[in-house]
């Protein structure tokens, strides 16, 4: 079973930043787009960005301008940059390929919690 370590969530106040980190599988990082995903309490999971192999980004309107995803092909790590943070982007926080399938597991993911 894939496992997928996300980290780097905590509490923030609103306008704080944070960096999560995900440690991706080598040959699903070498193979596959990734992206974030997140799910607020009562929400269904989202995707809020994702990166091709090539680099390429993708971004909901929601967090255009305030999140950059990147990653470090040597460390098969994927990173989220949270900037300008609000209450609304609270949430967990999950790493997985993108698109993810059904047959994709999940990993335990990073809480975020923003107060205002």
């Known amino acids: 079973q894939v496992q997928l370590v996300e980290s780097g969530g905590g509490l923030v106040q609103a306008g704080g930043s944070l960096r999560l980190s995900c440690v991706v599988p080598?040959?699903?990082?070498?193979?596959?787009?990734m992206g974030w995903y997140r799910q607020a309490p009562d929400k269904q999971r989202e995707c809020v960005t994702s990166?091709?192999?090539?680099?390429?980004?993708y971004y909901r309107d929601s967090v255009k301008g305030r999140f950059t995803i990147s990653k470090d092909n040597n460390e098969n790590t994927v990173f989220l940059q949270m900037n300008s943070l609000k209450p609304e982007d609270t949430a967990v926080y999950y790493c997985?390929?993108?698109?993810?399938?059904?047959?994709?597991?999940w990993g335990k993911g990073t809480l975020v919690t923003v107060s205002s």
């Open positions: 990166i091709t192999r090539a680099g390429g980004t």
């Open positions: 997985n390929v993108f698109p993810p399938t059904s047959a994709d597991s």
């Open positions: 080598g040959d699903i990082f070498r193979k596959s787009a």
